[in-house]
Nanobody, 122 residues
Framework: VQLQASGGGLVQPGGSLRLSCAAS????????MGWYRQAPGKQRELVAAIAVISGTTTYADSVKGRFTISRDNTKKTIYLQMNSLRPEDTAVYLC????????????????WGQGTQVTVSS
């Protein structure tokens, strides 16, 4: 499975961005996908995850109410709509995929995409 993330950039505090992660390859084995982020000097952390069939989602407490994860199964793509962005959201955002939702939530999903940089600054 190959994952291609895009949509990062520079945005002012309070602004919005929409990230995309497109899957290709052996996508039939994917049951869950998610977004992680890693800031300099910090551990990688889960942002949000989604089960691609049921649509079940989970979010980090720090982004609840501001970020929304969604999927388009016809395009084999997930999205992360990020609103009310804060400087502390600055990080490299990576997508993860696996047949197991719990594996994606745990960060042990088998497939990782390259990161896309999100910078929130005035």
């Amino acid at each position: 499975v190959q994952l291609q993330a895009s949509g990062g950039g520079l945005v002012q505090p309070g602004g919005s961005l929409r990230l995309s992660c497109a899957a290709s390859g052996s996508i039939g084995i994917i049951n869950a996908m998610g977004w992680y982020r890693q800031a300099p000097g910090k551990q990688r952390e889960l942002v949000a995850a989604i089960a691609v069939i049921s649509g079940t989602t989970t979010y980090a407490d720090s982004v609840k109410g501001r970020f929304t994860i969604s999927r388009d199964n016809t395009k084999k793509t997930i999205y992360l709509q990020m609103n009310s962005l804060r400087p502390e959201d600055t990080a490299v955002y990576l997508c993860n995929a696996d047949r197991s939702f719990s594996a994606v939530v745990a960060g042990t999903g088998g497939s990782w995409g390259q990161g896309t940089q999100v910078t929130v600054s005035s």
